[in-house]
């Protein structure tokens, strides 16, 4: 018999209350002897204001509200209760202890609960990987995301794509067997094919995504580029409203790069400042490393800049019309120019890479909500407004992959035998995603990010 598990589902800290699950075959029993009721008192899905008792000497530990679900109708499948108890730390202790001490009871591991519900066919683990979203999302977007994940409308996808699949492979295998039949060798080959190539092409659309639910789970990438004074540091303060970085008109203050996280029209954002690029050759002789140190940081922020989403390319406003050639060397399509400190120069703001430059004072706080617009709708271009369901993870992907090359060889080949081999590789890598088959290696890695709770 499986242990019945236990956990903290609530965030540590004191709180009004603290929710605690257990699930298992003796989480009822459990429950019995620690409220003095038998186990048949409490009906399944009903809430009761119970007292809570410690086990050796029957002294209460709390007054607190008690949900019982009999599986298979419960999250994990099997019988789960919740015990809602006030959120002190000393109630939470002493209850942990407690079911610590009742037979077949024990702590649950990460991504228990939710492993269990995968077990007990109550999720598929695309969904059970939007659980893990939907509790770490932070922006509007990460969270109609998971909920899409969580609600089976991406699993859906790959369910259909394998029963198709499944049905056409059917159709070769007969014509395996039957090779003599002319009309089923007609319906394998000629019907088929066309059906196939048009799975094919649905994957490959699928995969031209631009990783945008990727992207969408992990933040866009954004990064202050520029030379030393430019502002950035001064930037990466007002847009994240707070003292961040260190603010100095001594030119190298910023050597390492230095992130802060913001939500940006419902999208999550990850904004980075980089030390400022110098022109001249730094000299490495310095004993006291100072060069060298900010030398480091010149060559982490090139590295940096190349693996953002976007750039946001800084030009100092009091050195106009000359622009950094070490930042404009840096630009792409994507990237947004900026003039800082435009309160300081009288001239007209000329073009930077037939681009118009969004010219701000950050002193002044001056343009930044055009800054914060322009940028809003770059990211808005990287997602995409589409409905439908997007790749989350580089396991999907992988697999969607395996599936799409597999189904061109099945394309390629003229040997039922070989294509239908083809055919059932893809059927495996698409039930890889949903944890239909092959699933045991990807488990552990699935669940161990999950909270102890959940």
């Known amino acids: 018999m499986k242990q019945t598990i236990y956990a903290l589902s609530t965030p540590a800290g004191t709180s009004g209350v603290a929710v605690i699950r257990a699930s298992g075959a003796q989480a009822f029993s459990g429950l019995a002897q620690l409220t003095g009721k038998a186990a048949n008192y409490f009906k ?184 030393p004074n430019a502002g950035k540091s001064s930037l990466l303060n007002a847009l994240a409203q707070r003292d961040v970085a260190i603010v100095s008109q001594m030119a190298g203050t910023t050597r390492d790069i230095i992130e802060t996280h913001l939500d940006l029209g419902g999208y999550p954002v990850t904004l980075a400042d980089t030390a400022g690029l110098r022109p001249e050759q730094l000299d490495a002789s310095d004993k006291h490393g100072h060069d060298m140190v900010e030398s480091e940081g010149i060559r982490r922020a090139i590295e940096r800049a190349k693996k953002a989403d976007i750039k946001l390319l800084m030009f100092n406003g009091t050195e106009m019309p000359d622009l950094d050639l070490n930042t404009l060397q840096l630009a792409s399509a994507e990237d947004l120019f900026i003039v800082n400190k435009i309160d300081l120069f009288d001239g007209v703001v000329p073009s930077i890479a037939d681009q118009q430059p969004i010219c701000i004072s950050v002193k002044r706080a001056e343009g930044i909500d055009r800054l914060l617009k322009r940028l809003t709708e770059r990211i808005e271009k990287i997602f995409g407004r589409t409905e439908a369901p997007t790749i989350t993870r580089a396991r999907h992907r992988e697999a969607l992959i395996e599936a799409e090359a597999s189904i061109t060889r099945a394309l390629n080949i003229d040997l039922p035998e070989l294509a239908a081999e083809d055919m059932r590789l893809a059927m495996r890598a698409l039930g890889r995603i949903t944890g239909r088959v092959d699933v045991e290696d990807l488990l552990d890695v699935i669940f161990h990010d999950f909270c102890i709770g959940k």
Do not use: C
Not at 51 to 73: C, N, W
Not at 98 to 115: N, Q, V, W, Y
Not at 179 to 208: W, Y
């Open 44 to 227: 399944p899905r009903r809430t009761y204001l119970r007292r809570l008792y410690h086990l050796d000497d029957q002294s209460l530990i709390d007054q607190a509200m008690v949900i019982t679900f009999k599986g298979p109708e419960s999250f994990t499948g099997e019988d789960v209760v919740e015990y809602h108890i006030h959120g002190g730390l000393a109630v939470r202790n002493l209850m942990l202890e407690m079911l610590s001490r009742i037979e077949g009871h024990r702590m649950a591991e990460p991504g228990e609960f939710s492993r269990r519900a995968f077990q007990n066919d109550k999720m598929d683990l695309i969904e059970a990987e939007g659980v893990s979203d939907l509790i770490h999302a932070e922006t509007a977007a990460q969270h109609k995301q998971a909920l899409t994940q969580l609600e089976g409308k991406l699993s859906a996808v790959y369910i259909d794509w394998a029963e198709r699949l499944k049905n056409m492979l059917a159709y070769m295998e007969a014509d395996i067997d039957f090779a003599e039949d002319e009309e089923l060798e007609d319906t394998a080959f000629s019907k088929m094919r066309d059906k196939l190539a048009a799975l094919s092409g649905e994957i490959k659309e699928h995969l031209n995504d631009n990783r945008r639910g990727e992207r969408l789970r992990e933040g866009v990438q954004v990064v202050i580029i520029g030379a």
